[in-house]
């Protein structure tokens, strides 16, 4: 892999909190337009991983970089100074996030809820940024829902809805922590195809999930991920159908 195809650098990443060691040496690469699935059970770091790539939570050694781009420090000479929190905020709306739980801001309409960073952190104006969330909720399925509020809407509709508003940014990478998880089984489906779109179109994406299907369709690299270390990771082919260590079996043997 080329350097220039690289979009985010993951390098020796360690996280502990208190004497927990979360992430013990954590090494990745995520090409650009590629999609990363990364599995592993409950308290492997999976969540922990995604808030440090975008600087919710800072690493206590090791480095993430966007599209070169070193996140939350700037380089001068051989030193490395702290990133204010204007600047890491900057950086930020470069990194999509999508939640479990969506996070829509309860009191905004939909559109509201799009237009709101890029006009207040971007500095867009009102009329673009209304231009531009309207695409984007026609291209996830809810050009009728402009004007409702979150709660007015299922929770597969709410996901998708924060699949736009991360879009409205023009995002470098969007990352998903278990966007499906708190859904009924029947709107799974629906956010899914959402992501797949997103895949087919070109978008880097990081994505945590036990969708396992999901993972075979549409995944460039699945990676597995048990104690706060890669595990293995591969083409979905590989991993999942030849995993080649036995706490990938175990794990694959249960979500399957
Ligand atoms: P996963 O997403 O794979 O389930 P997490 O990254 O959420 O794993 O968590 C890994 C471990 O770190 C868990 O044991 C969790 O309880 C712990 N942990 C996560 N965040 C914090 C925090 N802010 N303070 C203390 N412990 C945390
Ligand atoms: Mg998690």
């Known amino acids: 892999m080329s350097t220039t195809d690289v979009m985010v650098e993951i390098r020796g990443v360690h996280k502990s909190f208190g004497r927990l060691d979360v992430l013990r040496g954590v090494d990745l690469e995520v090409r650009a337009g590629s999609v990363t699935v990364v599995l ?76 709101e960073a890029p006009v207040n952190a971007l500095g867009r104006s009102r009329s673009e940024a209304r231009t531009r969330a309207l695409e984007l909720l026609d291209r996830v399925g809810l050009a009728d829902k402009a004007d409702a509020y979150p709660r007015q809407l299922s929770g597969g509709q709410q996901q998708r809805v924060a699949i736009a508003r991360a879009l409205a940014l023009d995002p470098k990478v969007l990352l998903f922590d278990e966007p499906t998880s708190a859904l009924d089984p029947e709107l ?16 880097t994406m990081i994505v945590v999930t036990h969708e396992i299907g999901f993972a075979r369709e549409v995944a460039d690299t699945v990676v597995f991920m048990d104690g706060g270390v890669v595990v293995e990771q591969g083409a979905p082919a590989d991993v999942l159908d030849h995993p080649r260590h036995e706490r990938t079996r175990a794990f694959l043997s249960k979500v399957l």
């Open 40 to 115: 592993g059970p409950s308290g492997s770091g999976k969540s922990t991983l995604l808030r440090i790539v975008n600087r919710l939570e800072r690493s206590d050694r090791g480095f993430v970089t966007i599209d070169g781009e070193l996140i939350g420090y700037r380089r001068s000479g051989e030193r490395l100074y702290e990133l204010r929190e204007r600047e890491v905020l900057r950086q930020r709306t470069h990194i999509g996030f999508v939640f479990q739980n969506f996070n829509l801001f309860p009191h905004l309409t939909v559109l509201d809820n799009i237009t």
């Open 188 to 203: 799974v489906g629906e956010v899914l195809d959402v992501i797949k779109d997103l895949a087919r179109a070109g978008t």
